[in-house]
């Protein structure tokens, strides 16, 4: 999987919003007037708790972007896995900048290392069966990019990132319409050959309406895993399936054993809740690394 982060001109402007939010129209005065404007320091990031690491590179554009300065080195790479007191980078530089880009940092980071803990959770729950755990729209409003890559950290994949990326027909569009089968007519009448076409449906009569007019991909949509064994058996491989629907990591395993393509999960992005991570003062002597767990050493 291409854990490639967002390229940096989708980022900074995500990370320099949120960075004059909290420099407001006077900056750090706390630490412009407590902390010599000559001092320098050595801080590390670590783990306070277990789980999946997402948002390294987000993290060390914040400090960049406070003071180019700074000197980030970072030990552990996204989608690894933390232990309570890993040490995920080493950040030298001047101190007021590293305090002033502190929470910053560690918003961005904690939030995203969550999803991916999150998402990793859902993952390990259906493995061993062909089922993958996609994301879905669901996410902080102008975050989209960076939480759906917290996904693929997580082991997860991506659904549609945008209202752009491919039609999908849902139930207030097919009550508008006034039919499956009108609405996919529609779609493909109008979307171009290259755009996917799925539709969203309820029931396994709605099901074998859309199968007999054709699409790339049905949702099935809160049925019981019993039900979603019937619909994949009808669907025979003609189309891709994925259920969606209130999934969590007991669920998901029945869920998966239905024969489902995929599970789409909303929560994760939305909801997941942080991982603790922290900013600590190195107290390694001058010059030295941080000493460092030897599966990353």
């Known amino acids: 999987m ?58 060390r554009l914040a400090f960049e972007l406070v003071d180019p300065a700074i000197r980030f080195e970072s030990h ?39 999803i991916a803990t999150a998402t990793a959770g859902l993952v390990d729950a259906v493995r061993g069966t062909k089922a993958q755990i996609v994301c879905t729209r669901k996410t902080t409003p102008g975050l989209r990019a960076l939480e759906k890559y917290a996904v693929r950290a997580g082991g997860g994949m991506n659904h549609r990132f945008a209202l752009h990326d491919a039609v999908l027909i849902k139930d207030n569009h097919i009550a508008i319409v006034g039919s499956i089968a009108e609405a996919i007519r529609r779609a493909r009448e109008n979307a171009g050959h290259v755009v996917k076409i799925e539709v969203e449906v309820d029931t396994l009569e709605q099901l074998a309406e859309a199968l007999a007019t054709g699409v790339d991909a049905v949702l099935l949509d809160n049925m019981s895993p019993g039900i979603l064994a019937k619909a994949v058996d009808m669907v ?40 603790d991570i922290g900013m600590d003062f190195c107290e390694c002597a001058d010059g030295q690394a941080p000493a460092l767990p030897e599966r990353f050493g």
Not at 8 to 33: F, H, K, M, Q, Y
């Open 236 to 275: 025979g491989g003609r189309a891709i399936t994925e259920a969606s629907g209130r999934v969590t990591k007991a669920s998901a395993v029945a869920i998966a054993g239905s024969g489902v393509d995929l599970i789409s999960v909303g929560w994760c992005t939305h909801s997941a809740p942080v991982l």
């Open 2 to 59: 291409d854990l490639s982060p967002p390229h940096r001109l989708i980022v900074e402007p995500i990370i320099r919003a949120a960075l004059l939010e909290d420099l407001g129209l006077a900056g750090d005065i706390t630490s412009n007037t407590v902390i010599p404007a000559g001092a320098m320091s050595t801080v590390v990031l670590a783990a306070r708790e277990a789980g999946t690491l997402a948002g390294l590179s987000v993290a």
């Open 76 to 114: 552990i790479k996204d989608g690894a896995s933390l232990r309570p007191k890993d040490i995920i980078a080493t950040i030298s530089g001047p101190s007021r900048g590293l305090l002033t880009a502190e929470r910053t940092a560690l918003n961005f980071l904690s939030h995203l290392s969550g």
